[in-house]
């Protein structure tokens, strides 16, 4: 069955995806969100802009229903986790307990996949795995809803503060070290790293899709004849 889906990455607040989904949502099968819904990164929005553009990808996704919608590091820092550059203590009193409902309600996923594409924030590392006892990516949304900080920062010995390293969590990893140990046999598709154009890097038997344009792009996927679409918003 053809299933094309559409990828949105990394929003911050931003209202460009609601331009995104009115131009596709005739045209693919299923609308994946790739998490930091919050921490506008240009001060262009306030935190209650902010926390009613969170409400409004909610209410899509209650009203088309075939989406997902990833966490990434931004949002876990305002239920617990490490701290991002950009973190807002207004903005923190005001979407902490709507992000608690959202995974108590499971409409925040860890990860996502279909066919061979596995979607997360950051990437997810088949070491990072083996360190949490986790045999499949389905063990990782298992064990999110249960304890969602398992997918926090991970203080390791030479692991800098970005995130570069094979045993950090997937809304964490970034590029050269998912490179290195990315769960085999999946196309992964993240965001978090931030680069001015759609990246696809094709490796054996598998690619590593890079999306994170501040929206300026976004991508669609059709999974069974595995291509990618890159679009300028």
Same mark, same amino acid.
């Given at each position: 069955m053809i299933m094309k889906i559409c990828v949105i990455s990394d929003v911050h607040g931003l209202?460009?995806?609601?331009?995104?989904?009115?131009?596709?949502?005739?045209?693919?099968?299923?609308?994946?969100?790739?998490?930091?819904?919050v921490d506008d990164k240009?001060?262009?929005?306030?935190?209650?802009?902010?926390?009613?553009?969170?409400?409004?990808?909610?209410?899509f996704k209650e009203e088309y229903t075939h989406v997902d919608l990833l966490i990434g590091n931004h949002d876990l820092q305002y239920i617990g986790g490490v701290r991002c550059n950009r973190?807002?203590?207004?903005?923190?009193?005001?979407?902490?307990d709507e992000l608690m409902d959202m995974i108590r309600k499971r409409t925040l996923q860890a990860?996502?996949?279909? @066919?061979?594409? =596995?979607?997360?924030?950051?990437? !997810?590392?088949?070491?990072?795995? $083996? %360190?949490?006892?986790? *045999?499949d990516y389905t063990d990782i949304n298992k064990q999110f809803h249960t304890n969602p900080l398992i997918l926090d920062f991970v203080n390791k010995i030479n692991c800098d503060g970005s995130g570069n390293n094979v045993y950090q969590s997937p809304i964490w990893i970034r590029p050269d070290s998912?490179?290195?140990s990315a769960?085999?046999?999946?196309?992964?598709?993240?965001?978090?790293?931030?680069?001015?154009?759609?990246?696809?890097?094709?490796?054996?038997?598998?690619?590593?899709?890079?999306? @994170?344009?501040? =929206?300026?792009?976004?991508?669609? !996927?059709?999974?069974?004849?595995? $291509? %990618?679409?890159?679009? *300028?918003?």
């Open positions: 209202t460009v995806w609601k331009d995104i989904v009115a131009k596709e949502r005739e045209n693919v099968d299923r609308f994946v969100f790739l998490g930091d819904y240009n001060g262009l929005t306030s935190p209650e802009e902010q926390l009613e553009n969170l409400q409004s990808i909610q209410d973190f807002n203590p207004r903005l923190f009193d005001l979407v902490q990860c996502a996949c279909y @066919d061979n594409y =596995l979607f997360s924030h950051a990437g !997810i590392s088949n070491i990072w795995m $083996k %360190e949490k006892g986790m *045999e998912l490179d290195k769960l085999l046999n999946y196309h992964h598709v993240v965001g978090h790293t931030r680069i001015r154009e759609i990246s696809i890097v094709e490796l054996e038997n598998r690619k590593l899709i890079f999306t @994170d344009t501040q =929206l300026r792009q976004y991508l669609i !996927i059709d999974t069974c004849i595995e $291509k %990618e679409q890159i679009i *300028e918003s």
